[in-house]
């Protein structure tokens, strides 16, 4: 792989700042003490981090609501602590993927200030300004994903402003030129520090319709992807308020910016109803994203017929896009819990582990997937995320996959911090503490390290073709296959032992070295309960 295709089968951790470890006893996490935990990244045997948002912020959505671009928000440390930070990843092997959300600011942005101001200030339009309707109601029925009109009331402007989630993220007015230009200016601010790449927050929500035309209802009976269905967002399709024509145009200006630097890779953020769609047309022609990061594993279904269906459709309809595949991220419940359909077996992770990376595209892990961590009940009077409180109790928001990691099972605040945590540690994360696992050949944080080293060594599994095989009720099946390879990929993820019957005419010999354990007899392959196998033909 060269350094300018590193990111292709590239394996990349997520890091959730505020939760990965504390270095100043704050009860939050910082850059600081991302630098301190470098040597167990580099030992897991992932090729990038991705960390989210560490820039000034009020933090009403923890960091996804940004004031100031360009600066580390003082929770998180300084620029000289990104600098460390990024110094120690690179010098351990590690390229560093930031989080840009650049669909909107936090009104605490100079920019908002400034536009809020007043209707003639040059900062005017550069966000969604529109006038009541006659009756003083919003302009349309468009709807914030967190709850409610996307429309807030300015007694400053007397006119709405457009905001896709919270009313303290107001949307750029992508429209507009200079806006553009002060984004692109923002990230070539981290280009030049020396980042690796970025994930692009809600990439498609960049543009809206300039007509302001109001969303159609979903057709009775269905929803829109990505929210619950007791959200009113649920209830519209969204042509208007996002995934725009117009984006496609940004898209290549910023990949413009990007390519002007070595190696850079980019990962957009698509939650939209046409998922496959507008992954497609956002990375064809490699001059917009390199890849789109999907929701579709993200899903609470779980068979293997569900994923098999999930590989095929994408495979069908997204004329090669590169993927990049997750099982859990700081959005969604932990997968071991979201998916507890498939059993609360210890060894279920490392399957999972090996089916993600056993897909074509690269993959996205999420910090304390590799200790097993489930997802954590966050009491009422606890819950952080805005989200959960507008939706609470039906959902009770995102909290119970953002607690902070347990280092130490009997260390104080299991070792994330001297200060209380932010967000309760639960006690049933203190046994798969990363000491605990550290100490247990077993576990699954081993077994993570061991595949990933493994997967690096199998050219077909980082950049091969991906040719599915049907699924049976236990097993998702598949062949990858580059110039240099073709492996057989099997996973048995139930609790019972499978027989996988291969198609006429195909003959394998067990491929070592992975950590799994089948056993393939001519045409059949056995799998024991939540097992994998990788054959290459003989
Ligand atoms: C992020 C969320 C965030 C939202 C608004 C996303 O999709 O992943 O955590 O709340 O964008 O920025």
Same mark, same amino acid.
């Given at each position: 792989m060269n350094e300018q295709n590193w990111w292709r089968g590239a394996a990349i951790y997520q890091i959730y700042p505020r939760s990965f470890q504390d270095s100043n006893g704050d009860g939050i996490g910082d850059l600081a003490g991302i630098t301190a935990r470098m040597p167990y990244l580099a030992q897991l045997g992932i090729d990038a981090i991705w960390i989210s948002p560490f820039f000034k912020s009020p933090m009403l959505d923890f960091g996804y609501d940004v004031s100031d671009y360009r600066q580390v928000d003082p929770i998180f440390g300084d620029l000289g602590d990104?600098?460390?930070?990024?110094?120690?990843?690179?010098?351990?092997?590690?390229?560093?993927?930031?989080?840009?959300?650049?669909?909107?600011?936090?009104?605490?942005?100079?920019?908002?200030?400034?536009?809020?101001?007043?209707? &003639?200030?040059?900062?005017?339009?550069?966000?969604?300004?529109?006038?009541?309707?006659? &009756?003083?109601?919003?302009?349309?029925?468009?709807?914030?994903?967190?709850?409610?009109?996307?429309?807030?009331? &300015?007694?400053?402007? !007397?006119?709405?402003?457009?905001?896709?989630?919270?009313?303290?993220?107001?949307?750029?007015?992508?429209?507009?030129?200079?806006?553009?230009?002060?984004?692109?200016?923002?990230?070539?601010?981290?280009?030049?520090?020396?980042?690796?790449?970025?994930?692009?927050?809600?990439?498609?929500?960049?543009?809206?319709?300039?007509?302001?035309?109001?969303?159609?209802?979903?057709?009775?009976?269905?929803?829109?992807?990505?929210?619950?269905?007791?959200?009113?967002?649920a209830l519209q399709v969204h042509v208007y308020d996002k995934t725009r024509p117009e984006n496609l145009a940004f898209l290549?200006?910023?990949?413009?910016?990007?390519?002007?630097?070595?190696?850079?890779?980019?990962?957009?953020?698509?939650? &939209?109803?046409?998922?496959?769609?507008?992954?497609?047309?956002?990375?064809?022609?490699?001059?917009k994203l390199h890849m789109a990061y999907t929701f579709n594993l993200l899903a609470e279904q !779980?068979?293997?017929?569900?994923?098999?269906g999930v590989l095929d459709e994408f495979q069908r309809e997204t004329a090669g896009a590169w993927a990049c595949w997750s099982l859990g991220n700081h959005d969604v419940p932990r997968v071991v819990s979201r998916w507890q359909e498939l059993g609360d077996s210890p060894l279920l992770p490392a399957v999972l582990l090996a089916m993600l990376g056993s897909l074509r595209g690269s993959i996205c892990l999420y910090q304390g997937e590799e200790l097993a961590l489930a997802e954590a009940v966050i009491p009422y009077e606890q819950i952080q995320d805005p989200y959960g409180k507008t939706m609470w109790p039906d959902f009770a928001g995102r909290d119970g996959c953002r607690t902070p990691m347990p280092w130490q099972a009997d260390g104080l605040h299991a070792g994330f911090s001297s200060g209380a945590p932010w967000l309760p540690i639960p006690a049933a994360h203190l046994p798969c503490a990363a000491d605990r696992a550290e100490a247990d050949p077993q576990s699954t944080l081993h077994r993570y390290r061991h595949f990933l080293r493994w997967r690096k060594q199998q050219p077909a599994l980082i950049h091969g073709e991906m040719e599915l095989l049907a699924p049976s009720d236990q097993v998702v099946a598949m062949i990858r296959r580059d110039e240099a390879q073709t492996v057989l990929c099997l996973f048995n993820l139930s609790n019972a032992a499978a027989i996988y019957a291969l198609p006429a005419g195909m003959s394998f010999q067990a491929l070592g070295g992975h950590g799994f354990h089948s056993e393939i007899d001519g045409g059949q392959v056995t799998l024991p309960p939540y097992q994998a196998f990788f054959g290459t033909p003989g």
């Amino acid at each position: 792989m060269n350094e300018q295709n590193w990111w292709r089968g590239a394996a990349i951790y997520q890091i959730y700042p505020r939760s990965f470890q504390d270095s100043n006893g704050d009860g939050i996490g910082d850059l600081a003490g991302i630098t301190a935990r470098m040597p167990y990244l580099a030992q897991l045997g992932i090729d990038a981090i991705w960390i989210s948002p560490f820039f000034k912020s009020p933090m009403l959505d923890f960091g996804y609501d940004v004031s100031d671009y360009r600066q580390v928000d003082p929770i998180f440390g300084d620029l000289g602590d990104f600098d460390r930070m990024i110094a120690a990843a690179h010098q351990h092997g590690l390229k560093v993927l930031i989080d840009q959300v650049i669909s909107h600011t936090s009104d605490q942005h100079a920019w908002f200030k400034e536009s809020r101001g007043s209707r &003639d200030n040059p900062k005017q339009d550069w966000y969604v300004w529109v006038d009541p309707q006659a &009756d003083g109601s919003p302009p349309n029925n468009w709807q914030s994903i967190f709850g409610g009109s996307a429309w807030q009331w &300015d007694t400053r402007r !007397c006119q709405y402003y457009l905001h896709n989630f919270l009313s303290s993220q107001p949307d750029l007015n992508f429209h507009h030129p200079e806006v553009q230009d002060a984004v692109l200016d923002a990230t070539r601010f981290w280009l030049e520090r020396g980042v690796d790449g970025f994930r692009l927050d809600t990439v498609n929500f960049y543009f809206h319709d300039q007509a302001l035309r109001s969303n159609p209802p979903q057709p009775a009976g269905q929803y829109a992807v990505g929210v619950p269905r007791n959200n009113p967002y649920a209830l519209q399709v969204h042509v208007y308020d996002k995934t725009r024509p117009e984006n496609l145009a940004f898209l290549q200006r910023f990949r413009a910016l990007t390519d002007a630097y070595p190696g850079i890779a980019t990962i957009g953020e698509i939650g &939209d109803d046409n998922q496959y769609r507008t992954l497609a047309a956002y990375t064809a022609g490699n001059d917009k994203l390199h890849m789109a990061y999907t929701f579709n594993l993200l899903a609470e279904q !779980c068979s293997p017929r569900f994923i098999h269906g999930v590989l095929d459709e994408f495979q069908r309809e997204t004329a090669g896009a590169w993927a990049c595949w997750s099982l859990g991220n700081h959005d969604v419940p932990r997968v071991v819990s979201r998916w507890q359909e498939l059993g609360d077996s210890p060894l279920l992770p490392a399957v999972l582990l090996a089916m993600l990376g056993s897909l074509r595209g690269s993959i996205c892990l999420y910090q304390g997937e590799e200790l097993a961590l489930a997802e954590a009940v966050i009491p009422y009077e606890q819950i952080q995320d805005p989200y959960g409180k507008t939706m609470w109790p039906d959902f009770a928001g995102r909290d119970g996959c953002r607690t902070p990691m347990p280092w130490q099972a009997d260390g104080l605040h299991a070792g994330f911090s001297s200060g209380a945590p932010w967000l309760p540690i639960p006690a049933a994360h203190l046994p798969c503490a990363a000491d605990r696992a550290e100490a247990d050949p077993q576990s699954t944080l081993h077994r993570y390290r061991h595949f990933l080293r493994w997967r690096k060594q199998q050219p077909a599994l980082i950049h091969g073709e991906m040719e599915l095989l049907a699924p049976s009720d236990q097993v998702v099946a598949m062949i990858r296959r580059d110039e240099a390879q073709t492996v057989l990929c099997l996973f048995n993820l139930s609790n019972a032992a499978a027989i996988y019957a291969l198609p006429a005419g195909m003959s394998f010999q067990a491929l070592g070295g992975h950590g799994f354990h089948s056993e393939i007899d001519g045409g059949q392959v056995t799998l024991p309960p939540y097992q994998a196998f990788f054959g290459t033909p003989g």
